[in-house]
């Protein structure tokens, strides 16, 4: 794969309904169980509700995200 494909982004370079993972944070990633896990997996909607800017792809749980500069990977 292109070295393109695991650059970082932050979550306001993506669009809206792109499906993306956040990369995780010091001593964040014990519990995760991979990276592409689809409970891993998040769609930007900053049009749904309010103080919500995605959803779990599984679930569709809503997530807020205080900081747009967050730092996140696209998953085409």
Not at 11 to 20: S, V
């Amino acid at each position: 794969m292109p070295p393109r494909m695991f650059e970082p982004l932050t979550f306001g370079e993506l669009n809206e309904h792109d499906r993306f993972i956040f990369l995780p944070l010091p001593g964040n990633s014990e519990k995760q169980k991979g990276f592409r896990a689809i409970y891993t997996i998040f769609i930007k909607n900053t049009k749904c509700k309010p103080g919500v800017h995605a959803h779990k792809l599984k679930g569709g749980l809503p997530i807020p995200i205080r900081d747009y500069d967050t730092q996140v990977i696209k998953v085409e």
